[in-house]
């Protein structure tokens, strides 16, 4: 007998959301993943219908006619605007700006998870909504035919032209340089859940949280399993959290995959020091 569909996600871990392929919920593997990494008490099946009851408020306010370009700068003038939902701009580095059950609660975010609240619940409401990695920053579009309107959450949800993307980039980055058009391509849901891991282990490797980090990036290796550098990041952390063995694994592993690496040498002499401790201890 199969389950009611509400039960089946508490029952998810984030490894199994990944099976799914090009299927994968960016909103679901992010609720997977916050409780895998810094909330265990977590129930995704109770924030997803705090998620569905903020989509059926917008059907309300959101007109069930029109272009989709201007029901979808509708949806962006009314979770930006009345809401209540903003960029946090005072703390921009909190990692609760990366866990979308604390961005629900309290209505802060990064781009990118702003984009993905957007997104979700553009999808209820029959807007065609996807998200728009644009380096440094992330935004979405809205397609109606081959006219598109990009959106940007975290600056009130406002409409937004080339130069300004342009800018957004160049803000962000500092690029310079000539406007690549296929940043404004849809950005594969995959690469949208890398993209936030990577956001927190940034957040935790600079506040020297190790544990999480670690945890943050496990998770990023199953994402990304082609980037050696998980790997060499998961051995440096075991290494400070004192586990020599896991740490001499994870870095035979980088050393496998990437024996050319800058740092390979480097990576190599710390691996040999930790085979040597390991020795004695035994």
């Known amino acids: 007998m199969r389950r009611p569909a509400k039960a089946m996600l508490n029952e998810r871990t984030f490894a199994q959301e990944l ?3 090009e299927t994968i919920s960016p909103v679901r593997a992010n609720l997977l993943f916050a409780r895998e990494i810094a909330y265990p008490a977590l129930e995704p099946d109770v924030v997803l219908r705090d998620l569905e009851a903020l989509a059926r408020i917008a059907t309300e306010v959101v007109p069930i006619t029109g272009s989709q370009r201007d029901r979808g700068a509708a949806l962006a003038e009314w979770l ?3 809401a209540g939902f903003r960029g946090d701009r005072d703390n921009y580095q909190d990692p609760r700006n ?6 629900l609660g309290r ?22 909504a996807q998200g728009v990695g644009l380096p440094g920053h992330f935004i979405v579009q809205v397609a109606d035919g081959e006219q598109v309107i990009y959106l940007d959450p975290f600056n009130g949800g406002g409409a937004l032209g080339l130069a300004d993307c342009e800018r957004l980039v160049s803000e962000s980055t500092g690029f310079q340089g000539t406007f690549d058009r296929r940043w404004l391509k849809p950005t594969p849901a995959v690469e949208i859940v890398g993209r936030m891991l990577n956001n927190l282990r940034n957040v935790y490797t ?4 190790w544990v999480l980090a670690r945890r943050t990036i496990e998770r990023l290796v199953l994402v990304q399993p082609d980037v050696g550098s998980h790997r060499r990041d998961l051995g440096l952390i075991h290494y400070r959290l004192g586990e020599r063995g896991r740490a001499s694994q994870e870095l035979a592993v980088y050393l496998a995959t990437s024996p050319t690496a800058d740092d390979a040498d480097q990576i190599r002499d710390l691996r040999e020091q930790m085979l040597i401790e390991l020795g004695r201890l035994n």
């Open 206 to 209: 600079q506040a020297d949280e």
């Open 19 to 21: 099976e799914l392929g």
């Open 107 to 128: 209505k802060l975010g990064l781009p990118i998870t702003l984009s993905v609240v957007f997104v979700a619940i553009a999808e209820r409401l029959g807007i065609r």
């Open 80 to 82: 930006f605007g009345p």
């Open 98 to 103: 990366s866990y979308l059950n604390e961005v």
